[in-house]
């Protein structure tokens, strides 16, 4: 039976990829930095006679991820590696602490990091494999008020880009899901560093970005779907190496092109609501 690798399963787009790929002939270890969240993902397996397994796995931690992928060596060689674990946030540069901006990257770039470099020697050597980072539309487009977030996922999406060239000649298999507004808790857990301030002077940009995400939460995606696609991304003859997953994020992967750097950059303007709007909608499409 395939392994399969997951970080951050104790909700979300982990815990619905856990399950997809098991009820898909996968052995899923199931990795989770807080133990203490593991019981709804241990009865969704056991209900359906799924073979997951849960391990600790903080991946911001080289000592953790050297125990987790020791014991799910153990049981084998990885055949597929989803990059999942990730934290987010909402604030202007300028009111963003460095210690937060580093926060994002450790998790969200360097935690994926350390664990394709725990299973790419055996992926290599095999001449197999898939690695699927988890970015995020915020990857693919420099969003102000999310600095540091979406600086963490242009990285992470750089770095799918160039190892997809690196591994191609080893039967290797790379590829980037971009979700946009996904309903998952990421918002309640980022809450901390999310920040709104009416006397701001930045308010305009916090606001703003907001209504970004409101309109995605109209009809946003689901963990599910993300699931469905990071299947069919890993098992399809028709490699692609970046897959947009939702409305939202569709439109603005391919709409992006069309706007000017310049373009983009006035946004930030000194504009009227009914102006930016119509602005938005002309370049994406999307209703503010």
Not at 68 to 82: K, M, R, S, T
Request: proline share 4%.
């Amino acid at each position: 039976m395939s392994i399969a690798v997951v970080t951050g399963t104790s909700t979300g787009i982990g815990f619905a990829t856990s399950l997809r790929l098991a009820r898909s002939g996968y052995r899923v270890f199931a990795g989770m930095r807080n133990l203490g969240k593991a019981e709804p993902l241990r009865e969704a397996a056991a209900t359906d006679g799924l073979p997951i397994e849960v391990v600790e796995l903080d991946v911001t931690s080289g000592e953790s991820r050297v125990r987790a992928f020791a014991e799910i060596h153990a049981a084998g060689p990885v055949d597929v590696l989803v990059n999942n674990a990730g934290i987010g946030g909402a604030t202007p540069l300028e009111l963003t602490p460095e210690a937060e901006h580093r926060q994002m990257f450790e998790t969200n770039y360097f935690g994926a990091l350390g664990c394709i470099q725990a299973v790419l020697p055996s992926m290599r050597e095999r001449g197999t494999g898939a690695i699927v980072n988890i970015t995020s539309l915020a990857g693919l487009m420099a969003t102000p008020n999310q600095v540091a977030y979406s600086a963490s996922k242009w990285a992470l999406e750089c770095l799918g880009e160039a190892l997809a060239h690196e591994v191609r000649r080893f039967g290797v298999r790379v590829v980037n899901v971009e979700p946009g507004v996904v309903m998952t808790s990421i918002f309640e857990n980022s809450a901390e560093q999310t920040r709104y301030d009416k006397s701001s002077p930045y308010r305009q940009i916090m606001r703003r970005n907001g209504k970004v995400f409101a309109a995605g939460f109209r009809d946003p995606a689901q963990a599910d779907d993300v699931a469905d696609t990071i299947l069919e991304a890993i098992t399809t003859e028709d490699y692609r190496l970046r897959w947009p997953v939702g409305k939202d994020a569709t439109a603005f992967a391919s709409r992006r092109d069309g706007v000017s750097d310049e373009q983009w950059v006035a946004l930030g303007d000194e504009l009227t609501d009914e102006e930016y709007n119509e602005r938005f909608f002309s370049y994406f499409g999307i209703q503010l």
